[in-house]
């Protein structure tokens, strides 16, 4: 419901999170919704920063609310690779599927 959203996003912008600087504009403290980078250390940025990072190749922790910060956060990226042969893999499942389907008669050219 558009009531409700609308009400999420107020509370949001009157939440505060003490002693953490945007690194893209420097806003300290951010106000309303915070992101933690997962892979950089202690990379944070601002919701208004974060929409205009869309080209970012790393994921976004995002932190509603101060008590929801992590105390530490751990990951493990696919290396290259992987993300190649998960490509692969899919591509491959893909051409499997429509070969059934078109075998079926469930796809046409």
Known sequence: DAAME????????A??????TCDACGRNPI????????VRDDFDLCAPCE???A??????????????APAALITVLKSEEDEAMADDDAQAE??????ERLAS???TW
């Open 6 to 13: 609308e009400a999420a996003a107020t509370e949001d912008l």
């Open 15 to 20: 939440i505060v999170h003490p002693h953490v």
């Open 31 to 38: 106000v309303g919704v915070r992101y933690k980078c997962a």
């Open 51 to 53: 929409a205009k990072d």
């Open 55 to 68: 080209d970012c190749k790393y994921p976004y922790l995002k932190i509603r609310r101060p008590s929801q």
């Open 94 to 99: 893909a051409a499997r599927l429509l070969e």
């Open 105 to 107: 008669g469930q796809a």
